[in-house]
C-alpha cells in the first residue's frame, strides 16, 4: 500500500504531497501555473502546467499548487477546456472502484431515503454531476431503466465502475449509455450510444409522477428520454387549472399539458415545432386517457396570429429548450427570451396565470427575472410574481458550484 510524504502540514488541512510509489494511488502528478484559492472542483487548461508526460485524457492525477502544496485528486484532459475535475479533497482517499461505490450509494440514499421519491414516482435523477461531487457525471433513471450520460472524459474513461456501482443499487436494470458530439469534441473520446439489452435501442420505459404516467424514450426525441427536473413544477401547476383553458408552449413530449388535462383542465393545446416530440406527447395523452389538442408550429408566428385572433388563454406555460451553451452568447439568449415572453404574455387572460422557465444554465436567475419585468413592462402587462422555483431536490448543487443550478420557474399572476 501507498502512504504519504508529508511536510508542512498548514492549518488549511492541506499538505505538501510527494507523488512515490508510497503515496494511497500511482497516479501522475499535476502541477499549477499559479496559487489555487477556490474550492470549485474545475481548473482551466490556461491555469495548468503542461506535463513533461501528458496523461491520457481523464486520467486520474494528483493536483499540487505552484508551491507543492496538496490541492485535490481528479481526472487530467490536456486537450479540454477544463483541464482538471476535482473529485476528492482528501489525501488518504483513492479514487477507484470503491470510491465510486460510495459515492453513488450516497447518491441514491439522498434520493431514496431523504427525499423518498420512490413514493412518488419511478423516475429521478440519480446522479446529478458536481452536486453529487461526481464532476462529469449524469445519470436518469427511469424504471428499471438507467440512462447514463457523460460530460468528461473522465468519467467516460472509468465507465466500468461506474456500471458496477449502479449496478450495485438497481440490480437487474437495463442501462442506456452516451454522449452529445459536442461533449465528445470538447473532451476528445469517441463513443457512440450503447444499450445493456438484447436489441440495439432501448424499449421506452412507462414511468409515473405523482399519478400521471408518461413514456420516457432515450432513444427517441429528447437525449436522457423525459424531463424529470420539472415534475414538481408540473405538479403544482397543475393544481391551479381545473375548468380552465391552458396552452402550452414548447411543450416537449406533454409534460405540462398531459398533467393540466388529468388535473381537469377544459381544454389544453400544445404547440412545438418538433413533430417527432408532438408524435410522443399524443402517445403519452393517450397513456392517460386525456384529449389535448396539438399543433405543429413555430411558437413566434403562432403567438402573433393567436394575438391578432384575441384568442385568450387562462393558463400560458412557455418551457422554450436551452437556448445557448456559449457564455459569449447570453446576450442574444435574453433578447430571445425577452421576444417569446413578450408574444406569450400577449394571449394571458387579466387574472390568468403564466409559467415561464428556463433551462440555459448560463443565465442567472436575478438576469431571468429583469427579462421578465421588461418582457411584462413591453406587452403593457402587470405581473405578480407568485412563485420563483427550479429544478427539483434530486436536482441539488453544491454553494460552490452554482454552475449545477440551470433551471429557472417563475410562476405570475398577470393582473391586466
Known amino acids: ?12 488541512g492541506r499538505m505538501a504531497f510527494m507523488n512515490t510509489p508510497t503515496s494511497p494511488a500511482a497516479v501522475p502528478t499535476v502541477r499549477l501555473k499559479n496559487a489555487w484559492r477556490s474550492s470549485h472542483p474545475w481548473i482551466f487548461q490556461k491555469l495548468v502546467e503542461k506535463p513533461a508526460q501528458k496523461p491520457k485524457p481523464g486520467s486520474i492525477v494528483d493536483v499540487v499548487n505552484v508551491d507543492g502544496e496538496w490541492i485535490g485528486r481528479g481526472f487530467y484532459n490536456g486537450h479540454s477546456r477544463i483541464a482538471l475535475r476535482i473529485l476528492e479533497t482528501h489525501p488518504e482517499v483513492p479514487v477507484d472502484a470503491g470510491w465510486f461505490s460510495r459515492k453513488i450509494a450516497q447518491a441514491v440514499e439522498l434520493r ?8 412518488v414516482s419511478n423516475a429521478w435523477r440519480v446522479v446529478h454531476a458536481e452536486g453529487d461531487g461526481l464532476s462529469g457525471l449524469v445519470v436518469d433513471r427511469y424504471d428499471d431503466l438507467l440512462v447514463v450520460e457523460f460530460f468528461s472524459a473522465g468519467m467516460y474513461r472509468h465507465r466500468e465502475w461506474i456500471y458496477d456501482a449502479l449496478r450495485e443499487q438497481f440490480p437487474g436494470a437495463r442501462f442506456y449509455s452516451f454522449a452529445e458530439e459536442h461533449v465528445q469534441k470538447q473532451e476528445s473520446f469517441d463513443y457512440r450510444p450503447v444499450y445493456s439489452g438484447s436489441s440495439d435501442t432501448p424499449e421506452p420505459a412507462i414511468i409515473s409522477e405523482y399519478g400521471v404516467r408518461f413514456r420516457a424514450d432515450p432513444a427517441g426525441a429528447h437525449k436522457t428520454g423525459f424531463f424529470a427536473d420539472q415534475r414538481e413544477n408540473r405538479e403544482w401547476l397543475s393544481r391551479q387549472v381545473a375548468g380552465k383553458r391552458v396552452l402550452d408552449l414548447c411543450c416537449n413530449t406533454g409534460g405540462f399539458g398531459v398533467y393540466a ?3 381537469g383542465a377544459e381544454e389544453v393545446v400544445g404547440v412545438d415545432i418538433d413533430e417527432d416530440v408532438i408524435s410522443i ?10 384529449r389535448l389538442k396539438f399543433v405543429q408550429a413555430d411558437i413566434f408566428p403562432w403567438l402573433r396570429d393567436a394575438a391578432n385572433a384575441r384568442e385568450q388563454f387562462d393558463v400560458v406555460i412557455l418551457d422554450p429548450a436551452k437556448m445557448t451553451r456559449d457564455r459569449d452568447q447570453v446576450i442574444s439568449a435574453l433578447k430571445k427570451y425577452l421576444d417569446m415572453n413578450k408574444l406569450a404574455l400577449g394571449v394571458v387572460k387579466p387574472g390568468g396565470l403564466f409559467a415561464t422557465f428556463s433551462c440555459t444554465g448560463l443565465v442567472a436567475e436575478d438576469q431571468f427575472l429583469d427579462m421578465l419585468r421588461r418582457a411584462a413592462y413591453f406587452s403593457g402587462r402587470t405581473i405578480q410574481i407568485l412563485k420563483v422555483a427550479g429544478a427539483g431536490a434530486d436536482h441539488p448543487f453544491m454553494a460552490h458550484v452554482q454552475e449545477s443550478r440551470y433551471l429557472k420557474a417563475v410562476f405570475c399572476r398577470v393582473l391586466d
Open 1 to 12: 500500500m501507498f502512504t504519504l510524504q508529508r511536510a508542512n502540514v498548514k492549518r488549511t
Open 112 to 119: 431514496r431515503d431523504v427525499l423518498k421519491l420512490d413514493q
Open 261 to 263: 388535462k388529468v388535473r
Open 281 to 290: 406527447a399524443k402517445g403519452n395523452a393517450k397513456l392517460n386517457d386525456v
